[in-house]
Each structure stands twice: as C-alpha cells, then as structure tokens.
Nanobody, 116 residues
Framework: QVQLEESGGGLVQAGDSLRLSCTVS?????VGWFRQVPKKEREFVGR????????YYADSMKGRFTISRDNARNTVYLQMNSLKTEDTAVYYCAAAGLGDGQFVYWGQGAQVTVAS
C-alpha cells in the first residue's frame, strides 16, 4: 500500500516560484504530479521513475516545472518557477506501486493560487 501527502501549496504572485512536496510511504515504481482546475480534466505535469531517477514532463510543462526526489526524506518535489495565473489549480501527487503500470495512488491535493 502506498500513501501520499502533498504540502507546500498556497497563494503566490505571478512570477514567483513555489515548491510542492509529496511525502511517500510504501514502495513505488514512479511518482508523478497532476493538476486540475474546476470543470476541466486532470492534467499530467510530469513524473520521476524510482529505479532510474529519470523524469518525464508534459510538453506544456517543460522549462518551468522540475520534479526531483530526496530518497532520505521519502519525498518528491515539484518546483514551479515563473508562475502564471493560469497555473492556478489543485496539484495532486500520484504514484504507481511496484508492478503497477499506471498511477494507482493519489494524494489529497494541494491548492496553488497565482494572483496577478
């Protein structure tokens, strides 16, 4: 069983940076980030693989968003730079357990609001 808990959301100004954290318990194949705004489908941001540390991003997220991990703290981070008002969303951490080929486990979400 995998459990995820996000932290670090909040209200920032356009142009600011913000880092979200996802504390992970249990063994995972990969951990990723998604975001969702009301009345829209959840959008993939990117993921990091447990075995290799390789990262993958949605094309629209490349450049401003960076995913990293700290194995000693069992934490995966989403660093967001040069934030825009359109980045306002609930950000979710998600994970695939060992043997899972897709995201199965989800955190509760963290609200990020970017003011102009």
């Amino acid at each position: 069983q995998v459990q995820l808990e996000e932290s670090g959301g909040g209200l920032v100004q356009a142009g600011d940076s913000l880092r979200l954290s996802c504390t992970v318990s249990g063994r995972t194949s990969f951990v990723g980030w998604f975001r969702q705004v009301p009345k829209k489908e959840r959008e993939f941001v990117g993921r990091i693989d447990e075995s290799t540390g390789s990262t993958y991003y949605a094309d629209s997220m490349k450049g401003r968003f960076t995913i990293s991990r700290d194995n000693a703290r069992n934490t995966v981070y989403l660093q967001m730079n040069s934030l825009k008002t359109e980045d306002t969303a609930v950000y979710y951490c998600a994970a695939a357990g060992l043997g899972d080929g897709q995201f199965v486990y989800w955190g509760q979400g963290a609200q990020v609001t970017v003011a102009s």
